[in-house]
């Protein structure tokens, strides 16, 4: 598998999700999302997956300045995109109750934010539409 495409592929997704819902589901402004979004609404197992790895991509790069390799790095983001890819199915944003929406597209962009840092990280440029 090829793992430029593989990973931007992953990345136009979550980027389509927030234009898909856009006009439904604004996100409030940064400095503001972590007081306004109710993350407990998030009680999916695939939900709870995601933000679990995405807690752990400041020490998966800790880990990987630390011994040089950025094999680290690609093994977290296969992680996070097949974890996004099985989610599909569960963690719909469109049509649902709108608390419940914008956290689950906050989990989306946070995922897809996380993933164009580790893509950076390996000198891939993060494309938003293909």
Aim: aromatic share 6%; glycine share 2%.
């Amino acid at each position: 598998m090829l793992l430029g495409p593989y990973l931007q592929y992953a990345h136009v997704r979550l980027s389509s999700v927030e234009r898909k819902n856009a006009p439904l589901v604004v996100l409030p402004d940064p400095s503001l999302r972590p007081s306004t979004i109710d993350t407990t609404l998030l009680t999916e197992p695939k939900a709870r997956e995601i933000v679990a790895l995405l807690a752990t991509y400041p020490e998966v790069v800790k880990i990987a300045l630390r011994s040089l390799e950025p094999s680290t790095i690609v093994t977290f983001c296969f992680r996070l995109t097949h974890a996004i890819s099985s989610a599909w199915e569960v963690i719909i944003v469109k049509g649902q109750p709108h608390d419940i929406a914008l956290a689950r597209l906050w989990l989306y962009i946070s995922a897809r934010d996380v993933l164009a840092s580790a893509m950076k990280l390996l000198t891939l440029e993060p494309l938003t539409k293909m």
